[in-house]
């Protein structure tokens, strides 16, 4: 129901500097109350007076902000990192999020180029020099970046146009991101690699792009930084954490670096004596600070942006970049939600399982999903799909990720990702009402053959030729929750929540107790264990086969083909683990291969 034709004005609090070309348009129907260097105290005092926040980097938007905020109906971030805001909380209270995805990109790659050449050619110390009466010439010889290779990771939005500035400046730019499109890649004349030690090999200079969520926190660090070439260049303008600040100024003090530039930091402003402080000091750093979307095009475009969105959601209609929009509409939600949620976290493995752990591997990003009894009479298939783009993305997005019904396709397209979406009423012999089954593919088999069901099945057999390389999740929904019953050759039943450990293994006595006290040692509780055989059905290339899930339903062993006796062990555990777990059971533990997926 539309709100800004009640007749109390709606109101909007702006603590931080935005622009007033977005603001007047919201001055036309509701108060702004523009209160910059508001404190953490003063802010949760006046909250609840206002509908809508507009922030930038600097608004500490907690969830104590968010539980006080009475009527807060929107949480707008004028830029694109919503690190600085609770999303989690802000969802659970039914508050939107929405960012500026793409208002700031030039300016920050822009202000990464700048830094570059800056730090290149020791621009800041040679002005300083002069300015204070010093005419030092052979104190400031640089180097040229023409012929040079700048390595990138994170080729989205702003990586991919540091990549192109960087080859018009003459150099050869490589990158490392699992989920940037070859195509996108190649028309940038960018080579993908699939391996971070790759990548900082060949590096003159590196660059990070990506989002500090918890695979890209500390992602550089002392290891990272020595396998770099000695006097080699690091540059950050995507977020302090990336780079482990103490393991940056050691490199730079060692002489492992020539020079760093730097924007974003652990703490803004740097506290006193903090690492970020120390860094900022080093006479090898070139430092800005936070000042990659700071010019005036950038800031015009994510003021109006975001403004544009407060409107749209203060009127009661859908934000074009909400970062928690919900996925359905209220009269679809009972029969889809189910559904919803088990697509999302089937992404979510896939991602995690597959992808991550095979070091970002960008071979498949073709998948069919496949609807099947039931839930193959839902029509409007679009949150489902949108659902899967997000489990796919998040897990290398972060918090930040916006898909929605709205813009999924256009993810999808800009990520390379292809979807064939296949309806079938028949469920072979299969016990459950519903299967949801997603199977990822090379894209050269995929781009040559027509989308059908029938074509899947084929994908399935002759994948099974190597059943080793088969992607395949498959799920259902059993009172409402989702329950995954396959994954790959696997024949298994385990609920896609929390945190678990997948395990590859022969299975032979003594290998749980191994597990177990692998586990224990690294103080990691186990909350449920379930043991999934190879199904030989999935080993023959066939889809169902009811008796095999009546079987593996019971918890029966169901036998696998041949001499085979791999099983998946699958472990939920009560907390998150690093993958140094999963690496000690593969080096100690004897498996064969073992994931840790948060779900
Ligand atoms: N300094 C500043 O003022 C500004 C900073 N930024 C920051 O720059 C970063 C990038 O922004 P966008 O390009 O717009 O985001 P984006 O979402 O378009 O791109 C991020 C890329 O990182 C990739 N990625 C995620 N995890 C990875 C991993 N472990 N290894 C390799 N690649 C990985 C993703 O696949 C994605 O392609 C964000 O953190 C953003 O907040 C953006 C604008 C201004
Ligand atoms: O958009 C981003 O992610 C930025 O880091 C820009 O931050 P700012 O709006 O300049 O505080």
């Known amino acids: 129901m539309p709100l800004l034709s009640e007749s109390a004005r709606l109101k909007v609090l702006v603590p931080e500097k935005l622009s007033p070309d977005g603001l007047s348009l919201l001055r036309g129907s509701v108060d702004v109350d523009e209160r910059r260097g508001l404190d953490a105290d003063e802010l949760l005092r006046i909250i609840p007076q206002y509908d809508a926040l507009l922030i930038r ?50 300016a920050a790659a822009e ?20 300015k204070g009466g010093k005419w030092e010439r052979s104190k400031f010889v640089g180097v040229e970046v023409k012929g040079k290779t700048l390595s990138v990771i994170g080729l989205g939005k702003v990586g991919l146009t540091v990549a192109r500035l960087a080859k018009g400046l003459g150099m050869n730019v490589n990158a490392l991101d699992p989920y940037a499109s070859p195509a996108v890649a190649a028309s940038a004349s960018v080579t993908l690699v699939s391996s971070l030690p790759e ?16 695979s890209t926190k500390g992602m550089i660090s002392t290891a990272e930084l020595a396998q770099m070439k ?47 402080a120390r860094l900022i000091a080093h006479p090898k750093v070139v430092a800005t600070p936070h000042l990659g979307a700071s010019t005036v095009e950038a800031q015009e475009n994510v003021s109006i942006d975001v403004c544009e969105q407060v409107l749209q959601i203060l009127d009661g209609s859908l934000p074009r970049s909400a970062v928690n929009a919900p996925l ?100 072979s012999d299969y016990s459950f009402s519903s299967l949801v089954t997603l199977i990822a593919r090379p894209p050269s088999r995929a781009q040559s053959r027509a989308p059908d069901l029938a074509g899947s099945l084929r994908a399935t057999t002759e994948t099974a030729a190597d059943p080793r390389s088969q992607r395949v999740i498959s799920g259902t ?6 329950l995954i019953n396959r994954l790959g050759r696997f024949e298994t039943s385990f609920s896609p929540e929390g945190t678990l450990l997948i395990c590859e293994n022969y299975d032979s006595p003594g290998k749980i107790g ?14 449920f264990m379930t043991v999934a055989p190879v199904s030989k059905r999935f080993l023959d290339g066939h889809h169902v086969e009811s008796t095999d899930i009546n079987k ?27 993958k140094s777990v999963a690496d000690a059971l593969v080096k100690e533990g004897g498996v064969l291969s073992a994931t840790a997926v948060s779900l």
């Open 57 to 106: 980097s600097e608004t500490k938007v907690t969830a104590a902000v968010l539980q006080a905020a009475k009527r807060l109906q929107v949480v707008a971030r004028a830029g694109v990192g919503v690190d600085n805001v609770d999303v989690q909380e802000a969802t659970k209270l039914g508050i939107v999020v929405v960012n500026s995805p793409s208002g700031n990109i030039g």
């Open 111 to 130: 202000h990464t180029i700048a830094l570059l050449m800056a730090m290149a050619r020791n621009i800041p110390e040679a002005h300083g020099s002069l």
């Open 199 to 214: 990548l900082l090999a060949t590096a003159d200079f590196l660059t990070i792009h990506t989002p500090l969520i918890a």
């Open 230 to 276: 000695q006097g080699s260049r690091i540059l950050n303008v995507a977020r302090g954490g990336t780079i482990d600040e103490l393991a940056l100024i050691d490199a730079l003090e060692s002489g492992q670096l020539a020079g760093a530039a730097v924007d974003v930091f652990t703490s803004e402003p740097p506290a006193p004596d903090s690492p970020a």
């Open 328 to 427: 359905i509409l209220p009269e679809e939600y009972k029969t889809l939600q189910p559904f919803v949620h088990l697509v999302e976290k089937m992404g979510s493995l896939y991602t995690q399982h597959y992808a991550s752990a095979a070091g970002g591997s960008m071979a498949r990003n073709t998948f069919d999903l496949i609807y099947q009894g039931e839930v193959s009479n839902i029509h409007n298939t679009k949150p489902l799909f949108a659902a899967l783009i997000k489990g796919l993305l998040a897990p290398i997005s972060g918090s930040e990720i916006n898909v929605n019904i709205v813009n999924a396709e256009l993810v999808a397209r800009e990520r390379g990702i292809l979807v064939n979406e296949q309806h079938s009423r028949e469920m």
């Open 477 to 482: 929904c059993s009172g409402g929750q989702p």
């Open 514 to 527: 191994v597990v177990g006290s692998i586990l224990g040692r690294e103080e990691v509780n186990i909350n």
């Open 552 to 578: 593996s339903a019971r918890g029966d062993s169901v036998q696998a083909s041949g001499s085979s006796k791999e099983a998946l062990m699958i472990l939920g555990i009560d907390r998150v683990v690093d």
